[in-house]
């Protein structure tokens, strides 16, 4: 198992293949997948599958499991990868358990991504897009140092488009 990056808080690594049901329970979890793209069972399997083959490519980018330092409970899911929509553009996605809403864990996550992709991969832009009345993410975004600029076509639809680079993400 491959850790991405820590905080106090959050330890972010690969996924195992033990690991397939708690992913497999996020997306069956309807009030975590309203502003997402719904998936099948067999859709998210399929998903988790190429999640563990992507790891093989050494990119420093992809899917990973989210999970408290403290209890090592599952926290959620994050990425940092080429976007579905536009494969020249890396985006940051999460998707969190809802008791771990509001305690600014997803701040937290984004901000070290950011620093992840900018310091570790090299990157020099990050996006993020957000259903459009998903304001608690837009505000996470922005507190994590994204811009917001106007909207982009992805996944079907036009949603707010986010974006951040290196040099111009938040310092706190």
Not at 8 to 23: A, G, H, V
Not at 88 to 117: M, P, S, V
Request: aromatic share 10%; hydrophobic share 35%.
């Amino acid at each position: 198992m491959n850790i991405i990056a820590q905080t106090p808080r959050l330890l972010i690594r690969e996924l195992t293949p033990e690991d397939e049901q708690l992913s497999l329970i996020m997306d069956e979890d309807e009030r975590l997948t309203q502003y997402v793209k719904k998936r099948t069972p067999a859709e998210s399997k399929q998903v988790f599958k190429d999640t563990l083959k992507d790891y093989r490519n050494k990119t420093g980018l992809g899917r990973w499991g989210i999970f408290n330092v403290a209890d090592n409970d599952f926290i959620g899911i994050c990425m940092l990868k080429p976007s579905e929509s536009d494969d020249d553009k890396i985006e940051l996605g999460y998707r969190l358990h809802l008791k771990y809403w509001g305690k600014g864990i997803a701040t937290e996550l984004a901000k070290t991504l950011i620093n992840y992709g900018f310091n570790k991969v090299g990157l020099t832009e990050i996006c993020a897009v957000t259903h459009p009345h998903n304001a608690a993410s837009q505000k996470v975004l922005l507190n994590a140092g994204f811009e917001r600029f106007g909207e982009a076509f992805w996944y079907g639809e036009d949603l707010p488009f986010f974006r951040v680079r290196k040099g111009k993400e938040s310092r706190s």
